[in-house]
């Protein structure tokens, strides 16, 4: 049981950007793994992020679609576990990602930290980072 630590959108996107897109790739693959831990118990397993890539390259992007769209489902079908309700579903973040908008990255990163956050408060897990967090372009007093 490990901690589950809530991701960055804006983190995402910038370093993505900075690393050409290598930091996507270790950022899915593990945003993959927390999500099978966090739904363990429902039945189904979300693959590897590494294959998701390689048929993505192969099917010219559908399987991508596919994948985000089973993604957003699994999170939405177990958030109740945690006391949670998900209106957005899989159907949405394809819509998003397919017209190139960052809301399809929005809905599974704010989903996913909710999950995480609930998580970790039922197995009484603390961040132990959580007093040193900021934010980028907030405001600090």
Known sequence: MNIKKERSLVAYYLF???TLGIYALVFWGKYTK???????????KTMKFKYVVLLSIITVGIFGLVW???????????AERYDLKFSEGGALVVIFTLFGLVLGDFILIKNFNKMA???????GLADPDADKKTF???DED
């Open 136 to 138: 980028l372009f907030a």
């Open 34 to 44: 927390d999500v099978n831990d966090l739904c363990e118990g429902d039945g189904k």
């Open 16 to 18: 993505s950007f900075l």
């Open 117 to 123: 956050k609930a998580y970790n408060d039922y197995n």
């Open 68 to 78: 985000r769209c089973k993604l957003a489902n699994r999170l939405k079908e177990n």
